[in-house]
């Protein structure tokens, strides 16, 4: 039963996300912020996962961990590389706090939690985590962003989280 809480608990931290946001309308936030807000996402997943490699001892989880690693600071290295070619900084904003105020929750949560009942909390996370930010990616960001650079990265960025989407559902069945 205290699974179901949890995952009750991280949806609900989720739909505060999208919620919030659809309240301060993502959709008009600068390429600056933008570029801020999925900074901060892939660290929160990147923070995630080496979370998942210290708690799980789990070989599926940890293989899913690592590619969260790599694929999203490589997708960081490549947008701080454009930042730089552009002479711009990104820019805080209310969607990049409250997504990481949401993940110190999560992350308390979660460090407390051992064996199954971590790997399973920790896959439907990255379920619900993924759906979210890329739904908003390709819903709220991609349509508003100005610089075609900057849009061209955040097209690459969505195909390879939709494939760690699809991913996280097969470890989410996977644990069942």
């Keep these: 039963m205290k699974i179901r809480t ?4 991280v949806a609900l931290a989720l739909t505060t996300i999208v919620s919030g946001a659809q309240a301060n309308d993502p ?8 570029a801020h807000v999925a ?14 490699l210290a708690i799980s001892t789990n ?31 990104p820019q805080d904003n209310f969607l990049s706090k409250q997504l990481t105020a949401n993940s110190h929750k999560l992350v308390d949560k979660m460090s407390k939690l051992r064996g199954k009942a971590f790997d399973k909390f920790y896959a439907n996370n990255e379920l619900a985590y993924h759906k979210a930010v890329n739904g908003l990616v390709a819903n709220a960001f991609i349509p508003n962003i100005e ?19 699809k991913h996280a559902e097969m470890m989410v069945k996977g644990l069942k």
């Design 59 to 89: 070989p599926q989880i940890h293989a899913f961990a690592r590619t969260m690693i790599r694929d999203h600071e490589a997708v960081n290295t490549q947008a701080l590389a454009l930042l730089k070619k552009l002479n711009a900084n």
């Design 6 to 9: 949890l995952i009750a608990s």
């Design 39 to 52: 900074y901060t996402a892939d660290n929160i997943d990147i923070r995630y996962a080496h979370l998942a």
């Design 27 to 34: 959709a008009k936030l600068n390429d600056l912020q933008i």
């Design 147 to 165: 610089n075609a650079e900057v849009k061209a990265l955040f097209k690459v960025g969505l195909k390879i989280f939709k494939v760690h989407e």
